[in-house]
């Protein structure tokens, strides 16, 4: 059974900095993308940034590229993005996800039949 867990969201003022993690278990995600998703209400979900596990490749959204990183510990398979700068349009839900045909547009490294996802986790971004 893949278990995605997503945990690090909180309030946090603008400009501030948050750090999302993403434990895995279950599988060996080495051929596969990890993805991070968010959802703001009212708007659809939208890809975020992704890393290959195998080669390391990554992809950032326009959005968040210069103020967010993505990074991976193979050892504690985790995930982690690093949010910093962040402002109030980066409030939203966010999702990791494996094996997603976006990572994998994206990413590249295995695709998958069917992709996993965690429960979210909300980061607020207010004053």
């Known amino acids: 059974q893949v278990q995605l867990v997503e945990s690090g969201g909180g309030l946090v003022q603008p400009g501030g900095s948050l750090r999302l993690s993403c434990a895995n278990s279950?599988?060996?995600?080495?051929?596969?993308?990890i993805a991070w998703f968010r959802q703001a209400p009212g708007k659809e979900r939208e890809g975020v940034s992704c890393i290959n596990n195998g080669d390391g490749t990554t992809y950032y959204a326009d959005s968040v590229k210069g103020r967010f990183t993505i990074s991976r510990d193979s050892v504690e398979r985790t995930v982690y993005l690093q949010m910093s700068s962040l402002k109030p349009e980066d409030t939203a839900v966010y999702y990791c996800a494996t094996a997603t045909d976006w990572g994998y547009s994206k990413c590249g490294g295995a695709q998958g039949l069917n992709d996993y996802w965690g429960q979210g986790t909300q980061v607020t971004v207010s004053s």
């Open positions: 279950g599988f060996t995600l080495d051929y596969f993308a």
